[in-house]
């Protein structure tokens, strides 16, 4: 399967999983602080039964072992009529790459698809492009310039953002994200049957930790809210500009391991 635009599908926001703030809390004892200060996040919107996938699949492993990019894989399902049901496939995932392509004022729906810094986006297998699409937001007003780190202490993540040194910049909305590493799946119908595909980053659970105003602040964040599906070892925050339905540049994000 080529890029193709999705010009037909329609995807709904489950609510449960994305709404209500957490409670804010002050950081206790830090255990294991995360990595500080990505100059990117790369979000990867793949499918199993995208035949033009598998390549990006494995462009975004190779931008996971950068330590300044956090490389997301985020399943969409408005392929799965072409013969092979995505198994790790979320409708909130299909809705927010149409919202980015609504805030983009585009069509550009498609599979692989790559969103750098939520503003540009590129062929998800085309690695130059990701990397001066990376260049070139980086440079923009705002873009990943806020400070945002997590700590483990116990059974809570503690999350703080900073406070902003950018006048334009005071508003985003604080997501935290659960992880699993690496999924290889068996694919044995589709355009990828007979394949084993792994699958890096994979978004298994989205959160919303609160709502930033330009100040530094800090949220704790039981560690029993991301982990309820089976494999998830990692964690990324991350501070977006715009909401939900409207979604705008990367302001700040950290990624932290869960075992």
Not at 91 to 104: E, L, T
Not at 219 to 228: A, G
Not at 230 to 255: H, I, T, W
Request: glycine fraction near 8%; proline fraction near 5%.
């Amino acid at each position: 399967m080529t890029a193709l635009m999705a010009s037909n599908f329609v995807s709904r926001w489950s609510g449960a999983l994305w709404s209500g703030a957490l409670g804010i809390c002050a950081i206790v004892a830090v255990i294991r602080p995360a990595e500080a200060d990505p100059r990117a996040v790369v979000e990867l919107f793949t499918s199993q039964g995208c035949s033009s996938c598998p390549p990006a699949d494995k462009v975004i492993g190779d931008l996971a072992k950068d330590p300044s990019i956090i490389a997301l894989s985020m399943p969409i399902d408005y392929w799965d009529y072409l013969g092979w049901k995505d198994t790790l496939a979320d409708s909130r995932f299909s809705a927010r790459q149409r919202a980015y392509s609504r805030m983009r004022g585009d069509r550009e729906i498609y599979t692989p698809q790559v969103v750098v810094n939520g503003a540009a986006h590129v062929i998800g297998s085309d690695r130059p492009g990701i990397e001066n699409a990376i260049d070139k937001t980086d440079t923009s007003t705002g873009v990943m310039s806020v400070p945002v780190t997590m700590s483990i202490a116990g059974k809570q993540i503690n999350v703080s953002v900073a406070a902003s040194t950018e006048p334009a910049v005071s508003h985003g909305e604080v997501w935290i994200c659960s992880i699993m590493k690496s999924v290889p799946i068996e694919i044995s119908r589709g355009e990828n049957r007979g394949q084993q595909i792994t699958y890096h980053n994979v978004v298994r659970n989205l959160l919303k930790v609160g709502d930033w105003n330009g100040r530094q602040e800090t949220w704790t964040v039981p560690i029993e809210n991301l982990t309820s599906r089976e494999g998830v070892d990692g964690a990324v925050v991350y501070v977006q500009d715009g909401s939900r339905e409207k979604p705008g540049p990367m302001l700040g994000a950290a990624y932290t391991s869960l075992h």
